[in-house]
């Protein structure tokens, strides 16, 4: 699992302005709530912001907040981004306890793609999630989950319950019942391939 750490301030400066202020010398506002103890509004640096927010890793990644020199683990919940530029305006981060089980989505890997048996029969594959909600420890959270397309067939799919997961983890939606036991790729044949084999079918009539 990929290591780490922000460094943090806590502030008593909240508002719009305030905010505004803290952007303007590229310092990001966020909130660390959760637990036993009470929320705590934060600034972060803007560049070991942007630092951590280009790693895939970091959005599934148990992080060590460091809060006026004193460590915390979290989880960051959400990210929110300036609509024109995409550049983040507020870290919501949820504290986590090694005891206690956490909820949140981790991606997929999609592993052997290009050599799969069903892309080599001329088919295209077909993405329907790209990432999943889990249920695990902190300690247990994995930061992708792969899946291996490479017996994978021409019509053929994977589903939720066809993935393997490291020990402890939990796919939330097959706690639902089979009706959420959800597609997440599939192998489909292209139009052209399609025509084509349409076509052959109606020669051999034809003969």
């Known amino acids: ?3 780490f750490t922000l460094n943090a301030v806590a ?10 202020r803290l952007r303007h010398a590229d310092l990001v506002p966020g ?3 959760g637990g036993e103890t009470a929320p705590v509004q934060i600034t972060v640096e803007g560049r070991a912001v942007r630092k951590s927010l280009e790693a895939e890793a ?11 020199g004193k460590n915390q683990k979290a989880l960051l919940k959400d990210v929110q981004r300036h609509p024109a530029t995409g550049a983040a305006m507020h870290l919501d981060f949820l504290r986590v306890d090694a005891d206690h089980e956490i909820t949140t989505n981790v991606p997929f890997h999609f592993l052997n793609e290009e050599t799969s048996v069903g892309v080599k029969a001329g088919g295209v594959v077909v993405h329907n999630l790209q990432d999943v909600e889990v249920r695990c420890l902190p300690a247990d959270l994995p930061e992708f989950i792969a899946i291996d ?4 067939e021409l019509g053929g799919s994977v589903h939720l319950s066809d993935i393997t997961v490291p020990a402890g983890v939990v796919l939330t939606q097959l706690a639902h019942g089979e009706e ?4 997440v790729v599939s192998i489909n044949a292209t139009r052209a ?5 349409a076509s052959e079918e109606e020669a051999g009539d034809e003969e």
């Open 58 to 68: 970091f959005y599934s990644s148990i992080v060590t907040l460091v809060v006026d």
């Open 149 to 152: 397309m490479a017996e994978v």
């Open 1 to 3: 699992m990929s290591d």
């Open 193 to 197: 391939g399609v025509e084509e084999e």
């Open 11 to 20: 502030r008593k400066d909240v508002g719009k302005g305030a905010s505004r």
């Open 31 to 33: 909130i660390v709530y």
């Open 180 to 183: 959420h036991d959800l597609p």
